[in-house]
């Protein structure tokens, strides 16, 4: 399947599949995405929402440890589970 071809809904019906990638290689990286929303998927663009992390008192959202080269290994196993290397966004 080519990358235009996917949706949103594959992409969150393997979700896990990804965020299990995530956690084998490292933990706190896997914490940092874990309780992301996955708004949508177009043009390659996968837009993520952290917005339920900000329901909590203090940090949770773990903003801090998504920087470029967390979201590289995100794309990284996104690509290994999916075949897919998006750009990430978020709202």
Do not use: C
Not at 3 to 28: G, P, T
Not at 34 to 45: I, K, N, Q
Not at 48 to 76: C, M, W, Y
Request: charged letters at 25%; aromatic letters at 10%.
């Amino acid at each position: 399947m080519s990358e235009a071809q996917f949706n949103i809904a594959e992409i969150k019906a393997r979700w896990n599949d990804v965020l299990d990638e995530l956690m084998a290689h490292d933990r706190v990286l896997w914490l940092a995405f874990f309780d992301a929303r996955l708004v949508s998927y177009t043009d390659g663009v996968l837009l993520l929402d952290f917005v339920d992390a900000t329901k909590f008192n203090g940090d949770h959202d773990f903003k801090s440890a998504r920087k470029p080269e967390q979201i590289a290994l995100l794309q990284q196993a996104i690509h290994k589970v999916l075949g897919l290397t998006p750009t990430i966004s978020e709202v």
